[in-house]
C-alpha cells in the first residue's frame, strides 16, 4: 500500500524556519518524483517544489526560489523540504505527492501526481 506521511509543520515567526518531512512506502517502482504543494484558505492549490528521483533534478515556484530546499534520503525513504525566511503569505496546508514522472514544464500541475499525504499545517505570524 503506497502511503506518503508529512511532518513537521507548526506556528513559527516571520523570517524563522521549519524543515518538513515526507516519509513515503509501498512503491514497487525504482523511480519517482516527490512534490511539494499547498494551499491556503480561498486558494488553488499550487506547486512548491519537487525532487526527480531518476536524476535528482529539483523544481522550485518562483515566490519560494533561494529560500526554499528540498532534498531526499533514500536510506530513510524521505523528502524533506527545508523553508527559511519564512513569510506570512507562507501559510498554508502543505502536502506531499508522487508522480511516475515530471519534467520542468509538468512538475507543478497537480494532475500529474498519484498519490498524496494529509498534510501538515505551517502558519507563518507573529
Known amino acids: 500500500q503506497v502511503q506518503l506521511v508529512e511532518s513537521g509543520g507548526g506556528l513559527v515567526q516571520p523570517g524563522g524556519s521549519l524543515r518538513l518531512s515526507c516519509v513515503v512506502s509501498?512503491?514497487?517502482?525504482?523511480?519517482?518524483?516527490i512534490g511539494w504543494f499547498r494551499q491556503a484558505p480561498g486558494k488553488e492549490r499550487e506547486g512548491v517544489s519537487c525532487?526527480?528521483?531518476?536524476?535528482?533534478?529539483?523544481y522550485y515556484a518562483d515566490s519560494v526560489e533561494g529560500r526554499f530546499t528540498i532534498s531526499r534520503d533514500d536510506d530513510k525513504n524521505t523528502v524533506y523540504l527545508q523553508m527559511n525566511s519564512l513569510k506570512p503569505e507562507d501559510t498554508a496546508v502543505y502536502y506531499c505527492?508522487?508522480?511516475?514522472?515530471?519534467?520542468?514544464?509538468?512538475?507543478?500541475?497537480?494532475?500529474?501526481?498519484?498519490?498524496w499525504g494529509q498534510g501538515t499545517q505551517v502558519t507563518v505570524s507573529s
Open positions: 509501498g512503491f514497487t517502482r525504482d523511480y519517482y518524483a
Open positions: 505527492a508522487e508522480a511516475s514522472f515530471v519534467s520542468d514544464h509538468s512538475w507543478s500541475g497537480d494532475w500529474k501526481y498519484n498519490y
Open positions: 525532487i526527480d528521483s531518476r536524476d535528482g533534478m529539483t
